[in-house]
């Protein structure tokens, strides 16, 4: 065969992905599970490039260049492992095979070590930015082998989006690393989410605002610091106004924000790994929280709390976009946080910087203080926490006071936010002297004899509590 790469499974991800391909000059052949998605791309879109439409997995692979290089975008999960079992006995070892679905990343680590028992390069690839990122330039994460990067990265980079001149697609590491970095690009985009909702709250009940009048706000700050796609989209939603009604768009629509997983991962992998990722971790349980709908209705009556309050509106505005941009930072550097100790407990060897520079364009958390980012990691890739890079540390201290009295203002005036104040919280907590941690210890083992360390001495220790309370070396 002739073509250059395959693209199997044409919904919407895989056929725009497969234009994109195509737009770039890219032989391409193409295939689905049932021939009429196939069909459909060729006669609606067959004319922006050369395809070359497959009905079977053998017709597919016979199409193909060798190495093979073959894109599945199926339903993550069981239909991912059901093409590749149809795939592998049709391929040669050398070949490649590059998931881009939103696979778990222990599911990817599993099918490449699977594969290359049979010689196969397996490609955990993480594509975000939607339908309209994989038309026209997404932001790409792949993961396998070096040897797979290099036939496949420069196809890859063609069709990402493009920041200065520069690519958003880099080798992110072995196995699962791909997939895992998108993970936790997901798991940002609720925090982010989240807090850009409890700013809009504020402003909203709090401060008195419209949503007419925080669309303003929020198109004011994308001027600034806070620029981003979300930041940008957050001003449209919040103009919209509803044809039916007339009503404001987002009081017509019902407050229960849904999940498809990969938020509730990244928090689960976070808490094996030992990573306080609490923005990420707020998010998945404010959505969890909206939805439980019977629950709020029955409490709701019995639950008094709200306090009247008086804000001054000019400051109150001023006041959230500091505490919506530091608890931004503190969400970042957890997700990178995560991103490092995963990198650490697989041997991935991720480059930190690389990560936000991909991030920069095609997907939804672009952003302009990615640049910040890495430039922080270019400039000091052990970086303990990207709170303590310059930038940041100035940019969170300059927000501190405003910070503080947001979350104050919020708890005053019965307004949950807890991303912000979560945010705050793990910030005081990293720059505390001493935790009450100590005391914990103490408990734990007053109860349990779980032992203690000593600031001023090597060792563990017990105390006696039960007897005399003196303390012996354990
Ligand atoms: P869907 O997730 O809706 O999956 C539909 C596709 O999967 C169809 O081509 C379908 O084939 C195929 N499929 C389902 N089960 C099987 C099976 N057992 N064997 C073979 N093929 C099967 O499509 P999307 O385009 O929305 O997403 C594709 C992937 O990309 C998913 O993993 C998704 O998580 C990921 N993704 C999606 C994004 C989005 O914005 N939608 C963004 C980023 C990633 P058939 O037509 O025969 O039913």
């Known amino acids: 065969g002739t073509a250059r790469i395959a693209v199997t499974g044409l919904a919407t991800m895989g056929s725009n992905l497969a234009r994109n391909l195509a737009r770039h000059g890219y032989r391409v052949a193409v295939h689905n599970r049932t021939s009429a998605r196939t069909t459909a791309l060729i006669e609606q879109h067959g004319q922006e490039g050369d395809f070359v439409a497959a009905e079977t997995m053998p017709e597919l692979v016979a199409a193909l260049a060798k190495p093979r290089q073959i894109i599945i975008m199926v339903k993550a999960g069981q239909p991912t492992d059901a093409v590749i079992d149809e795939l592998v006995d049709l391929l040669e070892p050398g070949d490649m095979v590059i998931d881009g679905g939103n696979a778990q990343f222990a599911d990817t680590r599993r099918r490449e070590a699977a594969l290359r028992e049979r010689g196969l390069h397996f490609v955990g690839a993480g594509i975000s930015g939607g339908e309209e990122g994989a038309l026209n330039g997404p932001s790409i994460m792949p993961g396998g082998s070096k040897e797979s990067y290099a036939h496949l990265g420069p196809v890859l980079e063609s069709i990402a989006a ?37 700013a809009y709250d504020l402003l909203r009940r709090a401060g008195g ?60 992998e976070a808490l094996e ?15 969890a929280l909206s939805g439980h709908v019977d629950q709020r209705v029955a409490v709701r009556d019995r639950l008094p709390g709200d306090v009247p309050s008086t804000v001054a509106v000019d400051g109150l505005v001023d006041d959230v976009r500091h505490a919506l941009y530091a608890s931004k930072v503190v969400a970042y550097a957890q997700g990178f946080d995560q991103i490092r100790a995963a990198s650490q407990t697989y041997g991935w060897n991720i480059d930190l910087g690389a990560m936000a520079t991909i991030w920069r364009g095609g997907c939804i958390i672009r952003a302009r203080f990615l640049d910040r980012i890495r430039e922080a990691y270019d400039g000091n890739p ?85 007897a005399d309370r003196s303390e012996i070396e354990a």
């Not at 992110?172 to 909702?197: S, T």
């Not at 001027?223 to 106004?241: K, N, P, Q, R």
């Not at 052990?382 to 890079?389: D, I």
Request: charged fraction near 20%; glycine fraction near 10%.
């Open 209 to 268: 605002l419209k949503p007419a009048e925080i669309a303003e706000v929020f198109r004011g700050w994308n001027s600034g610091d806070l620029e981003s796609y979300l930041v940008e989209i957050t001003a449209e939603v919040l103009g919209h106004v509803d044809a039916a009604t007339g009503q404001p768009f987002v009081d017509v629509v019902a407050d229960q924000a849904e999940q498809k997983g990969t938020g509730r991962w990244t928090v689960q």
């Open 382 to 466: 052990e970086l303990p926490s990207l709170l303590v890079n310059d930038y940041f540390a100035d940019a969170v201290e300059q927000a501190q006071q405003a910070w503080r009295r947001v979350v104050s203002t919020a708890v005053q005036a019965g307004v949950p936010v807890p991303g912000f104040s979560s945010a705050l919280a793990y910030y005081d907590g990293l720059r505390s002297e001493r935790l009450p941690a100590a005391l914990v210890q103490g408990l734990r083992d007053f109860f349990g004899a779980h032992t203690y360390r000593r600031v001023d001495r090597e060792g563990s220790f017990h105390t006696l509590w039960g």
């Open 162 to 198: 493009k920041v200065d001149g520069q690519p958003c697609c880099v080798h992110v590491g072995p196995d699962g690393a791909g997939h895992f970095v998108k993970m936790v690009h997901n798991g940002i985009e609720y925090a982010d989410m989240q807090l850009i909702a409890e």
């Open 273 to 287: 790994l030992g990573i306080p990722v609490t923005g990420i971790a707020e998010a998945v349980f404010a959505r």
